[in-house]
């Protein structure tokens, strides 16, 4: 069994509507799987299922080869985008307590809660409060609770919410080092540079339906167009406008150099090669900038909601 998670064929509906249309997501083992959409997608419904909060209408959802049940909770972490601590209650019993109801022993729980404590340098905040912590020194407190376990699976929902940059980075080195560790990650977003950062595999939901899914190096192989920004040092730029617009599909640059170069984006005609374009180029002037444009997640994403739309 390569697949950690298997969800197949799944619809819920509330009432008249629809939240889920027989969605199907297979996650392998040991990935870190994006989970995107707008908002109202589905994705929330589906993550609620996972964690057995809801129920599908119909479908099967498979861990690790076992039908879904109430024992694989202590099997999974979930980290959701609206945050659910005690906030008059103090940290450390707080967090006591939230590791003991995943399966943890008292005393096993408070050595993994001293590492991490000293990992993110918050043992101070031990005797604190959450209501007298910052958005985003809670949020290291919830990330904590929710990886102590060691759980197979972990599910964040906008894990970087409140963070600044510099704790961003952090959690997501954190959340990297988990899946080196051989954790399976379900990381849902609207941060499309962690996306490109951080994820193997995605699915996209729109409406309900999955749109798209697969490794995200191939899903970008299907979006590229043979676009290349390039930069040329020459002498007469009109001239290599006009003679480039001949022989290439010519659009105007949406990138900056630092050097004084005739600058455009380059779309191969059918049946040409990078090689006969940049063959053309170096008889024309001196090329100093030679990069094909690769889809982004974001590009995608925009592509992919707006077709389905």
């Not at 249309?21 to 990935?31: L, Q």
């Not at 090669?273 to 053309?280: I, P």
Request: charged share 25%; glycine share 6%; hydrophobic share 40%.
């Amino acid at each position: 069994m390569n697949n950690l998670l298997e969800v197949n064929n799944v619809v819920k509906k509330y009432g008249d509507f629809i939240a889920l249309n027989d969605v199907s997501i297979h996650i392998p083992k040991g990935c870190v799987f994006g989970l995107l959409g707008p908002n109202g997608a589905g994705k929330t419904t589906l993550i609620r299922i996972i964690n057995q909060i809801t129920m599908p209408d119909s479908g099967s959802v498979f861990l690790d080869g076992e039908p879904l049940a109430p024992n694989h909770v202590e099997q999974i972490g979930y980290l959701p985008e609206e945050r659910g601590l005690y906030k008059s209650m103090k940290v450390g019993e707080q967090a006591l307590y939230l590791a003991q109801l995943k399966g943890l022993s008292k005393a096993e729980a408070k050595k993994r809660l001293k590492y991490w404590f000293d990992k993110f340098d918050i043992s101070a905040w031990w005797g604190k409060k959450i209501e007298e912590l910052s958005k985003g020194m809670a949020q290291k407190v919830q990330f904590i609770v929710t990886v102590l376990h060691k759980p197979k699976l972990l599910i964040f929902d906008e894990p970087f919410s409140g963070f600044d940059p510099i704790n961003a980075q952090l959690i997501a080195k954190e959340i990297l080092q988990l899946r080196e560790e051989g954790a399976t990650i379900i990381f849902s977003t609207h941060r499309m540079e962690s996306v490109e950062e951080m994820c193997d595999e995605i699915a996209l939901i729109n409406k309900s339906n999955k749109i798209l899914d697969g490794k995200l190096d191939d899903i970008k192989r299907e979006y590229r167009t043979n676009t290349f920004q390039i930069g040329l040092s020459t002498s007469n730029t009109l001239d290599l406008d006009a003679i480039l617009k001949e022989n290439f599909e010519v659009t105007k640059p949406n990138f900056k150099l630092l050097s004084n170069s005739f600058m455009a984006n380059v779309t191969l005609k059918k049946g040409d090669t990078a090689n006969d374009l940049l063959s053309f180029l170096t008889n024309h002037g001196e090329v100093n900038h030679f990069v094909e444009v690769i889809p982004t997640a974001n590009d995608i994403f925009i592509e992919a909601v707006n077709k389905n739309s």
